[in-house]
């Protein structure tokens, strides 16, 4: 059974930094790894996804200059550094993986990932 842990949320100012960790149990073979967010009354978004050899990540327009999605194959963890916070980044955000290889633009989307994280909740206050 696959599951997956985050970690790093929490209640920071605007303007600040937030590391989230998400490890993974049960299967070491993840080809792809996304982070996606939802806020109070708001549907799910994609935030950020990252694939296996060094293949270029991508990024929502909304995020990108200031997170970052990394990955350590090693430990099975996928990582995003936020940095530039701001009120509109609160939101709970979940981590997801997936084996299976999608075309590119399938990555900003739930399809390729066939696990989720219960989620971390980042509050942002201005």
């Known amino acids: 059974q696959v599951e997956l842990v985050e970690s790093g949320g929490g209640l920071v100012q605007a303007g600040d930094s937030l590391r989230l960790s998400c490890a993974a149990s049960?299967?070491?073979?993840?080809?792809?790894w996304g982070w996606f967010r939802q806020a109070p009354g708001k549907e799910r978004e994609f935030v950020a996804s990252i694939r296996r050899r060094g293949e270029p990540p991508f990024y929502a327009d909304s995020v990108k200059g200031r997170f970052t999605i990394s990955r350590d194959n090693a430990k099975n963890t996928v990582y995003l550094q936020m940095n530039s916070l701001k009120s509109e980044d609160t939101a709970v955000y979940y981590c997801?993986?997936?084996?299976?290889?999608?075309?590119?633009?399938?990555?900003?989307?739930?399809?390729?990932?066939?696990?989720w994280g219960q989620g971390t909740q980042v509050t942002v206050s201005s």
């Open positions: 997801a993986a997936g084996s299976r290889r999608f075309n590119s633009g399938s990555y900003y989307g739930s399809l390729p990932y066939d696990y």
């Open positions: 049960g299967r070491a073979d993840m080809y792809a």
